[in-house]
């Protein structure tokens, strides 16, 4: 046998030696793109003209924010919270349906950029910026929500640890306000990771402006980097420790967020599954939401090249993954209402699937649970249509199970006099909408003034920037590397973009 | 109406790839030089050690960092709950033993204060930002953002001669070798 397999790998070789087929890794880069052609690219994005498709996108989704955020808070406190639907029941609504949607979209952006980064998934390195501008404008968006739920917006300060002018301060064991502190931190450590990791192409985009305002405001922004191994040296030390603070800051955040609900004795949201259930969730509709902004932006920009449809696949899979967690949480919730005995429990769950909301029940399991399903298959994964259609239906769905949670349950608390259908407000609609609007004016500035992808790591990720990558030639494994046949037939599928 | 005078700054060379700097750079380390730096448009791991680079202190400031974030929240949360203004809510204790609802705050606290001395400290070690750069003025400096890799060795090196570094660095396999000259005002 060992004869046989020498002769067909290398018949060069001393006639005891063995040399087995290794299977290569799917490259990161495909089509031997230059260090030069990834500046070019990334770059190009910022320096030319924007295709019609971005002003096509981002003047309706402008007026969207103008109007829907702009108008409709203005419009709110001059009239008064009572302009929602919010009702003497679902106190919440809404607004904190919202609120929560757009903090779990952020959860992705983190993921990518510091687990990736420490389980060294080196894949992230295309993606990891996108990524974490949604973090950042998902965050926003999200913030808006609760300040104005206050009710009194310019009582908002009372949330800050500072002492009110009976003396009186903040209740530390609220988890209201634990929540305050996760999002601000959340927010602030994922600004600093998001403006550390552009540094260095704040830079190279610097080097490429001509005199004027443009290379001055780089020039500020890239604080004067040089690309000096000293700095790379601490660079990638920070870069390690913000990942490390990062990753249990994200499991934090979703989990204090969950606390708003597991912490009160409402049946239906006191369990405790929800931390992660919620962390699950949140990572599951966040790489949704990255896959729906980066398609496009791959396809229209012609970045096929460094985010190829291995990175598609492996989001998938992860949607996958997490979708089925988010599915198992959903029946356990259901099972540990049956089993606890727990009569409340049991009824607040009954009613959640066959009371007058059954229509967001369905279209939650359905969005969340069997849509992701046809990740099984690899034609799905690799069809861009159909990737879209379900991260499409995950971010709906993620929306109908903040709704399912938050409305189902209050509608029906402790007091049946109290039970009313609960329907939302022009204004919620409004307020909404316009968050959409301006999430996605934002990421479209995004892309025409800041590098969309981290241009260092990605040339990074090549393989001949490995240091030792000469010394390679010569190995004992040398010429036993076979190209890995699905890569060769992906590569041939986006060769045209 | 000032004039101006040159000062030289130092040798600067190109390299052809990232394997050729990581050879070069264990040369220039074994020569002895200690005023010099790698320049690269992404991080070449194992360049540290290639340039006889000890580990990041940085770490050490990040601890005390998230130290001073861990107590400022248990104060702040002890002090305002338990010392100042009891609340009685919730059936919780107000005394130390209502500690467990502090941890939230002290993890987030801790986070946040290691995350900005993680910043802080890597600029001040790193001691940017800073406006300009003598190698600025170099004429393929641009390309260290784009595909270029270069060594640099500074005329303040005590191993440093304007006949002798040059003949070395082209020795070790540097291209394009440029004498890097700052402007000074004469004053």
Known sequence: MADTATKTTSEASAPREVKLPVLEREKLVLNKRSYHWITERVCGIIENKQPAIWWALFIPSLIMAVVGVGGGLIYLVTTGVGVWGNTNR????????????????GHAGTLISAILFL??????????RAAEAMTIFAVICAGIFPAFHVGRVWMAWYLAPIPNANAIWQNFKSPLLWDVFAVSTYFSISLVFWFLGMVPDLATIRDRCKRGLKKVLYGIF?????????????YEMTYLILAALSTPLVLSVHSVVSFDFATSIVPGWHTTIFPPYFVAGAIFGGFAMVLTIMIPARFFYGLGDMITMKHIDNMAKIILLTGTIVGYAYLMELFVAFYSGAKYEMAAFTYRITGPYWWAYVAMMSCNVLSPQLFWFKWCRENLWVVMGVCMAVNAGMWFERFVIIVT?????????????YNASWVDMGLFLGTIGLFTALFLLFLRFLPCINIAEVKWAKEESDAHYD?????????????????????????EV | MSTSVKR????LAEFESASALYKAAEKVRDAGYQKWDCYTPYPVHGLDGAMGLKRSILPYFVFFGGLTGLVTAFLLAYVTQVGIYPTLVQGKPANIFTIPAFFPVMFELTVLFSGFTALFACLGLCQLPRWNHPLFASRQFHRVTDDG???????????????????????IGGDNIELVEEDEKAS
Do not use: C
Not at chain 1, 119 to 128: F, K, L, P
Not at chain 2, 8 to 11: E, P, R
């Open chain 2, 149 to 171: 890799f270069f060594i640099g060795i500074e005329a303040r090196d005590p191993g440093f001669s304007a006949e002798g570094t040059r003949g070395f660095l082209s020795e």
């Open chain 1, 119 to 128: 389980t060294r998934q080196n894949w992230r390195t295309s993606i990891n």
């Open chain 1, 409 to 421: 349950t209050l509608a029906r608390d402790f007091m049946p006099a109290n039970w009313k259908y």
């Open chain 1, 471 to 495: 010394d390679k030639k010569g190995h004992p494994d040398e010429g036993t590397v076979v190209e890995s046949a699905y890569q060769h037939e992906l590569e041939k599928g986006t060769a």
């Open chain 2, 8 to 11: 030289v700054y130092g040798y």
């Open chain 1, 90 to 105: 679902v106190m919440w609504g809404w607004p904190i349906v919202n609120f929560v949607f757009w903090i779990g979209i």
């Open chain 1, 222 to 234: 890239s604080l004067g980097w040089r690309g000096s191994n000293r700095h790379w040296s601490h």
